[in-house]
């Protein structure tokens, strides 16, 4: 985990947010080569909506995931746009 503060115009921040996602009923789907693609298409949505995924770990059932963000995007913003475009 990075632990430099983002500077910008008339701010300094470090935002980290925990969030985590689980499958419908908990179904043991997040197995071999889904795993890889859902990370590909995690760090993929976050490159393009403004914001970093520091770490990113899979279960069998659920995924773990800690995102450095600025200010401008709320939590709800991030997760909206990790669930709807996965």
């Known amino acids: ?9 008339h701010s300094k921040y470090l ?15 997040l197995k071999y080569a ?11 949505i976050a ?9 990113i770990e899979t279960d069998v059932d659920h995924i773990h995931v800690l995102v450095d963000a600025p200010p401008t995007l709320s ?5 909206n746009r990790l669930k709807s475009h996965s």
């Open 1 to 9: 985990m990075k632990k430099e503060y983002h500077h910008a115009s």
């Open 15 to 29: 935002l980290h947010y925990h969030f985590v996602f689980c499958c419908k009923y908990r179904k043991k789907l």
């Open 34 to 44: 889904l795993e890889a693609e859902i990370k590909q298409l995690f760090l993929d």
């Open 47 to 55: 490159e393009k909506s403004g914001f970093e995924i520091d770490v």
């Open 75 to 79: 939590p709800f913003d991030i997760v």
